[in-house]
């Protein structure tokens, strides 16, 4: 006797239909998409509650320009790949690594430090403090699963996946799947301004612009080798930094309304890059058997975070 088929509805059906029977086979992961969406939404709407008061955000201005750098750095790094057809596989994952040490560093010394000091500030216990920057972390895990989860995209090696993505280009599919990784960069760098701290948010911006070069270059790369036009290739990941100065302004929004929007931003933040390099970034470095290379690209882009960190902030 046969059994029940759990496939996705067939492509000719209406992405909302998909949407839905996804939902209902991802159900944790629709319920942590939910609370999550709500949790950024209600932070956004303290922040505009004082906005529209007249008091807006200290460190609006600089957000902006530090996610306009990430932008700026991104489109850099991609334009190589006019000229070139490919990277050596061991140079790819060695630049990966590096972008994925920085990373993680930054979500240690210039997210999760300062959100922990910002928490304990505020409750006047360390405990307390870290358990709202721990809250926020989760919120950013579960944020980036639900939309890992339920957005049509497409990577070079894994191929597409997501609801409705039968119905997507693949220029579209590579264009969301670059969103998910550039989101929480720009996000990063709006949460560490927000507040106007120079000695937080410099740091970082720094760091995700650096990290941004080799990033977009193996993004056009990456475009470019799955058969588009090296200019189309250059063009989307380019244009795919524009995301950091947009998220950039949803992460100075939601940190910036009541005093614990803060660390629990940056514990947001924080969680969100860190969803980002040990869900593709790591794996992406290892699938090549260059794993001694990765690590050392990542090790060497810690440090250089480390050093950053402690000589800007």
Not at 122 to 150: E, I, R
Not at 205 to 210: P, Q
């Amino acid at each position: 006797m046969s059994t029940p088929s759990t496939s996705l509805p067939t492509p000719a059906a209406p992405w909302i239909t998909q949407l839905h029977a996804h939902a209902r086979q991802h159900i944790p992961s629709a319920l942590g998409l939910g609370l999550s969406l709500l949790a950024v939404l209600y932070l956004l709407g303290q922040s505009l509650a004082q906005i529209i008061a007249g008091n807006a955000p200290a460190g609006l201005r600089l957000a902006l320009l530090g996610g306009m750098a990430g932008f700026v750095t991104t489109a850099l790094g991609a334009l190589p790949a006019l000229i070139l057809r490919g990277l050596p596989q061991r140079v790819e994952d060695s630049l990966l690594g590096f972008v994925a040490g920085m990373m993680l560093a930054a979500s240690a010394f210039s997210l999760l430090l300062p959100g922990l000091d910002a928490g304990t500030e505020l409750l006047a216990s360390k405990a307390m403090g870290a358990a709202v920057v721990v809250g926020g972390m989760a919120l950013g895990v579960l944020l980036m699963l639900g939309l890992d989860q339920f957005t049509p995209h497409e990577h070079d090696k894994t191929g597409p996946c997501g609801p409705g993505y039968q119905q997507c280009s693949r220029v579209w599919l590579f264009v969301f799947a670059i969103a998910l990784h550039n989101l929480p960069e720009g996000m990063a760098i709006g949460v560490s301004f927000s507040q106007g701290d120079m000695s937080v948010g410099l740091p970082l911006t720094t760091a995700i612009a650096l990290q941004d070069i080799p990033e977009g270059l193996a993004v056009a790369l990456a475009i470019r080798g799955a058969g588009f036009s090296p200019l189309l290739a250059v063009l989307v990941a380019g244009l795919s930094g524009a995301l950091e100065p947009l998220g950039a302004l949803l992460g100075v929004g939601l940190s910036s309304g009541m005093a614990l929007a803060y660390p629990i931003g940056l514990g947001l933040a924080a969680g969100a890059m860190l969803f980002v390099v040990s869900h593709e970034v790591i794996p992406e470095t290892h699938r090549n058997g260059h794993q001694t290379t990765a690590t050392v690209g990542l090790m060497v882009g810690f440090a250089l975070m480390m050093v950053l960190d402690t000589t800007l902030g």
